[in-house]
């Protein structure tokens, strides 16, 4: 029973973690943070097993993960406001070519990358962008004028 408690205060630690990362930061891991998030798993597991190291313990410890995940996936689904608060809303970046420069300090996106973004849409200028809005998955979606023109 110890490891099912210790997996679960790891569980919402590794939650609380990956939040404070920023949707920006998971939607395109780098090199280097995919291997600290890889480093930062095997460092929680040596803590939730402790000294216990069997088949069982370990199957135990990966099964809590699995079923809170599936929880969370659940409660998500079934209590919208649970899933703004776990998952996070969407932000508006753009709106009608405007850049909303306090949006992009707060999610840690710089200019450079909101451009990267925009030409890799085909967007050549923000005037032609009618909404941005950074999804709760950490990517942007683009919307322009000309589509919507094209309805």
């Known amino acids: ?21 920023g949707r920006s930061t998971l939607g395109e891991l780098s090199s280097f943070e995919l ?8 460092l929680v597991q040596q803590g939730i097993t402790m000294e216990d190291r069997s088949l069982l313990g ?8 699995v079923l809170l995940a599936a929880i969370l996936a659940y409660a998500n689904m079934r209590w919208p406001k649970i899933g703004k608060l776990t998952q996070g809303r969407p932000i508006v970046l753009i709106r009608d070519g405007s850049i909303d ?9 710089g200019l ?7 030409r890799l849409a085909g967007i050549e200028d923000y005037n032609s962008i009618r909404l941005a809005i950074l999804e709760a998955n950490g990517k942007v979606s683009f919307f322009t004028h000309e589509a919507q023109s094209q309805q």
């Not at 291997?35 to 798993?41: C, E, I, K, N, S």
């Not at 370990?58 to 993960?65: D, I, P």
């Not at 420069?101 to 996106?109: D, F, V, W």
């Not at 450079?112 to 925009?118: F, W």
């Open 112 to 118: 450079d990358e909101l451009s990267m973004l925009a």
């Open 35 to 42: 291997v600290l998030f890889v480093v930062m798993g095997d």
């Open 1 to 21: 029973m110890d490891i099912v408690i210790r997996a679960a205060i790891a569980f919402i630690l590794l939650w609380l973690v990956t939040r404070a990362a």
């Open 58 to 65: 370990n199957l135990l410890a990966a099964f809590t993960m």
């Open 101 to 109: 420069r306090k949006a992009l300090h707060a999610e840690r996106i």
